[in-house]
């Protein structure tokens, strides 16, 4: 168990799912004293959807943290925050049954998770997934999930993992710049030159997602996010 001496525990915990269904992976971390990404865990799921992923790295986290210990977490899935705060106490009532009278998909993640919430102080938290400057928590178990969904490796500080890769998302920033220097550099040459065209004519079609979606790498994009085609559906530029 961890957190058995302290009062308060800030933690974030993430699922992904590379396909959906596809290969999967869960993901938690803890905060320390200032916020920062501490200790954290990660596993893999072998092939699984995002919504399992998602409920199964809450089960972890939760399974992780002593019960006594108040605990705030941090998540970006709607659908598994929802699932255990909102639509859990209706389940329960209709025997498990959703409101249109079918089994409550997950059903067994979900049981599980609300045996650890009985009795405990939980606080859960919304925050919106790969947002420039966004929560810190969040990020870290969204990479240690992905990492783990690619791998299908566990990992986590207690086993002197190193912390999980930066994200595509985390290096898409800097393509500006690389785009810059490489104009730069071939702006007067006939290499430069062939390679603009061949750009230009094979530049894939971009343009701005209308609905919220998950890419092909296990990260989602927002609304307004420019997506671009690839064999496994739509999803963020760089990784078509």
């Keep these: 168990m961890i957190g058995a001496v302290v009062e308060h525990i800030i933690a974030a915990c993430d699922g992904a799912s590379k396909g959906n269904p596809g290969p999967a992976g869960w993901g938690w971390v803890i905060a320390d004293g200032r916020g920062e990404p501490d200790r954290w865990e990660a596993g893999p799921l072998g092939t699984a959807t995002n ?8 089960e972890r986290l939760l399974g992780a943290v002593d019960p006594g210990v108040a605990l705030e977490v941090r998540m970006d899935s709607q659908y598994a925050m929802k699932a255990v ?33 009985a009795g405990r102080s939980v606080e859960f938290r919304y925050v919106p997934a790969h947002q420039v400057g966004g929560d810190r928590l969040n990020d870290f178990a969204d990479r240690a999930a992905s990492q783990a969904a690619l791998t299908q490796q ?4 207690g086993a002197g993992s190193a912390a999980p890769p930066a994200a595509p998302d985390t290096v898409r920033k800097s393509a500006p710049a690389r785009a810059a220097r490489s104009a730069a550099a071939g702006s007067g040459g006939a290499a430069g030159g062939a390679s603009g065209t061949r750009a230009q004519s094979g530049a894939p079609r971009t343009l701005k997602a209308k609905y919220p979606g998950r890419c092909r790498c296990g990260r989602s ?10 064999t496994d559906g739509w999803g963020h530029p760089d990784c078509r």
Excluded: F, H, M
């Design 221 to 230: 994009y927002a609304a307004g996010e420019p997506i671009t085609k690839n």
């Design 51 to 58: 919504n399992v992923a998602e409920l199964t790295a809450l």
């Design 154 to 157: 566990a990992a986590g500080s």
């Design 85 to 117: 705060t909102t639509w859990l106490p209706g389940w329960k009532r209709k025997g498990w049954k959703t409101a249109a009278g079918k089994p409550v998909a997950n059903q067994e993640l979900v049981v599980r998770i609300d045996e650890l919430l």
